[in-house]
């Protein structure tokens, strides 16, 4: 008989209150910028490498790497926008979401955020929290 595992932790619920549907609606259309213009880009490469074929070389291997160059620009332009597309819908949603939470009186967006106790700050956060006179956050 296999060992039973161990229950799953359970999960500690998400505070959303300091959280202003305005500032995630301000991060969703940024995102949607950047996915707008990933995107332009992906399709003017797309169209240059098509109206400019590689030159044909005497070596093999710069043929191969030329093609796998075109290859890599065009896919990592898709594939910042679809990133970047995933990432302004789902802040839209959670906009949406922080936004009917306010309306129903759920939420405070004025409050100050709470962080977990169990969440250790990092670098950067304790950084920031150093730069505007919070002072050093003790883990």
Not at 2 to 30: F, H, Q, Y
Not at 57 to 63: A, D, H, R, T
Not at 90 to 113: F, N, S, W, Y
């Amino acid at each position: 008989m296999p060992p039973t595992a161990e229950p799953a932790p359970e999960k500690m619920p998400v505070d959303l209150n300091g959280i202003r549907p305005r500032d995630l609606v301000i991060g969703a259309l940024s995102y949607a910028v950047v996915c707008v213009l990933a995107w332009q880009f992906t399709i003017a490469a797309g169209t240059y490498f098509a109206e400019h074929p590689a030159e044909e070389s005497s070596f093999y291997v710069v043929n191969r790497l030329t093609g796998l160059a075109r290859v890599v620009v065009v896919s990592m332009g898709a594939l910042g926008a679809g990133v970047t597309g995933i990432a302004s819908v789902g802040q839209a949603a959670l906009a949406v979401q922080v936004a009917i939470g306010v309306m129903k009186g759920e939420l405070d967006p004025t409050r100050e955020r709470v962080l977990p106790a169990k969440r250790k700050a990092t670098n950067v956060e304790q950084l920031f929290a150093m730069m505007s006179g919070k002072g050093k956050q003790s883990d």
